[in-house]
């Protein structure tokens, strides 16, 4: 009994790394208007489960935002900046998108994944 409680606890030291891990912070930097006025250019295009903050940056020449899973920051002007945080706990795809009148239409738009 003694040495299958050692081996137990033994096994959940050894896991515990593993597990923090899946559930680390990733932060991704989302460029607005690049490489075109309605495009983003996102400096990671997938995370492990967790907490993802984006950090979304307008490059371009008019407001923009980014919406992603039910989130969405607020519409920002060019040179100007906004984070938003997303804390997943299933993996899959989650599309993301600018939500100003004919911005997604015209390629603000997209599908980060996560592991």
Do not use: W
């Not at 409680?5 to 932060?27: H, S």
């Not at 006025?37 to 996102?42: G, V």
């Amino acid at each position: 009994m003694l040495l299958s409680g050692i081996v137990a606890i033994a096994a959940l030291t050894l896991a515990l790394p593993a597990l923090a891990r899946q559930d680390a912070t990733t932060n991704v930097t989302v460029n607005a208007g690049l490489p075109s006025e309605f495009a983003y250019k996102l400096s990671k295009t997938a995370a492990k489960r967790g907490t993802v903050v984006f950090k979304l940056v307008n490059k371009g020449d008019i407001k923009h935002n980014f919406k992603i899973g039910g989130k969405k920051t607020p519409a920002i002007a060019s040179g100007k900046s906004a984070t938003l945080s997303l804390t997943t706990t299933k993996v899959g795809s989650y599309p993301y998108l600018c939500t100003l009148p004919g911005h997604a239409a015209a390629g603000m738009k997209g599908t980060f994944k996560v592991t």
